[in-house]
């Protein structure tokens, strides 16, 4: 029979596989569902992945004081639970970017509130709070079966995954209605307002706190790139499962966070920071080779990029803030990393995707100019073609094949040909031939398109969009390493100098007192 104490926390660890099985659900595939499946750009997916952002900034301003003072905590989660399931669900009968948006918003200013709350309610109601990381695990498991269940049963292109993220949360309002009744703490008034800890602006008189500052906020900003736009990648190169594949980060961050002690204590907190920042920049190269057993390392080594870079600021701050304002600068960096950054960054990030867009865009564009493509034009998908044209099943279009239709073929369908034979030969014109066939057609000034050309064509730049944040990442780890060195060698040379100046005395001292070998013959 289990304890008292035992039920609650494995009630408790329920919470939190659901609430981060919530966010998972809808946050790692909307990144292909929303260029793929509804057209959006990456200007407007920039703003889908900001509402976490904009939630993370706006949500402790008003959330903070109702759970605070007002409302037991279990309420004010099961409203929230309401209105984020609703609105989410609502998010999937959109179809197109602004009730999206709409929704998508106020989805996450209910759901953003619900992480912290959640973590109060967990702390005030376990014993011993060393238990809590046992609990917390129990959130990257329900992202990782999340990732499971979107990746391999439902997939990336339908709002399949946003309908599961609704009625998920929607049950989780009713199940946190069964955990412990956690009433408002009554709180003077000190301090009231500063929920996004700018009381802890002060602590940016010291040098050190100041750069780790500066460094944690850039380096917030490359980092949302892997948010917005790996799915997406991964979709885009055909990888299996995009969003199940995403999993093996979380598997990583929860070895990397097990093993987060040693490497502080073998390296400091300060190395284990930079190191953080230069691991992201790696990762980023590794994407930026297209190479997928390396895109596969890239994201195994999340945990090293997360755990090293986010959970390293939370102990930093700990550990230089003094005790009476560590509450105020966690918000504080909370707000700067997880708001202002990632605000920032997921809107570079969707503006880099349509700085390099698929060179399929380019081509309709130009055919639509040419009048050679009706304006309201939708490329064909690759099995559409062959199942209609690929006459010698070989897995590959070549120009003989569009040559003459049936005597049935209609108009509509005469003109379906003549259009996708038009496409088929750009396409054909920017893709290198890779087969013996291919070459043939090139000298023959014929088309030949394989399913790789096809796909090709339709992919962002990635090299260049992913060495945009690879860069910055470098640059950030970079400066935050060499002013950390900085101010180790400034404090050597204090020490130096105070060391001095503590000699110094005594050598004088010792130089007015002439030692024995000194005396004449008339001192004996």
Known sequence: MWSESTWLRARLSVLMFFQFFVWASWMVPIGTYGPMSLGLSGGEMGWIFSTTAIAAIVSPLFVGYIADRLFATQHVLAALHVIGGVCMILAGLSGSFAPLFAFLLISTLAF????????????????????????ALFGTIGWIVSGFIVGIVLGEKSPAFLYLAGIMELLLAGYVLTLPHTPPQKKDDAGKGDFLGLSA??????????????CAFLIGIPAVYYFVSCNLYLSQINAPAPTTLMTLGQVGEILVMAAMPIFIARFGLKKVLALGMIVWAIRYFLFATLNFPLTILAIVIHGFCYVFVYVGAYIFV???????????????????????????????????????????????????????????????AWNDLLSKYDTNRDRALEENEFRS????ESDQDRAARRQAAELLQKISALSPPRTRAAIRAAVNGEFYVTAEDYAAIQR???QNIWLWPAIASLVVAVIFYLGIQERKDKE???KASKAGAAAAPSDAAEAASPDETSKGPSAE
């Not at 602590?203 to 750069?211: A, I």
């Open 112 to 135: 953003m509130p619900t992480l912290a709350l959640a973590n109060s309610l967990t702390f005030r109601n376990i014993e011993d709070p060393a238990l809590f990381p046992r609990i």
């Open 201 to 214: 602006l002060q602590l940016l008189r010291d040098p050190e706190f100041l750069l780790f500052t500066v």
């Open 318 to 380: 700990d550990t230089k803030a003094p005790r009476d304002m560590r509450a105020s600068a966690q918000s504080f960096i909370s707000f700067l990393m997880l708001g202002v950054a990632w605000l920032l960054g997921a809107n570079l990030a969707g503006k880099t995707n349509d700085f390099y867009p698929p060179k399929i865009a380019g081509i309709t564009a130009d055919l639509i100019r040419d009048k050679t493509l009706p304006a309201d034009y939708k490329v064909p």
């Open 405 to 408: 239709g049936t005597v049935e």
């Open 460 to 462: 962002n730049d990635w």
């Open 492 to 494: 050597e040379q204090g």
